[in-house]
C-alpha cells in the first residue's frame, strides 16, 4: 500500500508548491466515506452482475501496484507533478 504522495505543483513566475501527504492520515480522515463507497461498489457489482470478491481483490491489486507510479501534467507553462512512494 502506497504510503506517502508527494505532490507538486509549478506556476510560471512563482515558487512551486509542494506538498506531502501521508496515505494513512488520509485514510483515516476519509474513513467515513469509505464504508458508504464501498457499499456503493457493493450494490453496482450487484446491478452488473459482477463477483464482488473479484471486483474488491482487482482494486486492491491497482492501490498496491502505485508505489513507485509518477505522474507528469504540463500545460502551457503550468506543470502538476504526482510521485507515489
Same mark, same amino acid.
Given at each position: 500500500m502506497p504510503q506517502l504522495v508527494t505532490i507538486? @505543483?509549478? !506556476?510560471p $513566475? #512563482? !515558487?512551486p508548491v509542494r506538498l506531502w501527504v501521508p496515505v494513512l492520515l488520509?485514510?483515516?480522515v476519509l474513513s467515513p466515506i469509505l464504508l458508504p463507497a464501498l457499499l456503493g461498489g457493493v450494490i453496482?457489482?450487484?446491478i452488473y452482475d459482477m463477483s464482488v470478491r473479484r471486483t474488491i481483490a482487482g482494486v486492491w491489486r491497482v492501490i498496491a501496484a502505485l508505489p513507485g507510479s509518477r505522474f507528469d501534467f504540463e #500545460? $502551457?507553462? #503550468?506543470? @502538476?507533478?504526482?510521485?507515489?512512494?
Amino acid at each position: 500500500m502506497p504510503q506517502l504522495v508527494t505532490i507538486r @505543483f509549478t !506556476r510560471p $513566475g #512563482h !515558487r512551486p508548491v509542494r506538498l506531502w501527504v501521508p496515505v494513512l492520515l488520509l485514510v483515516i480522515v476519509l474513513s467515513p466515506i469509505l464504508l458508504p463507497a464501498l457499499l456503493g461498489g457493493v450494490i453496482a457489482c450487484q446491478i452488473y452482475d459482477m463477483s464482488v470478491r473479484r471486483t474488491i481483490a482487482g482494486v486492491w491489486r491497482v492501490i498496491a501496484a502505485l508505489p513507485g507510479s509518477r505522474f507528469d501534467f504540463e #500545460h $502551457g507553462r #503550468h506543470a @502538476f507533478l504526482v510521485i507515489i512512494r
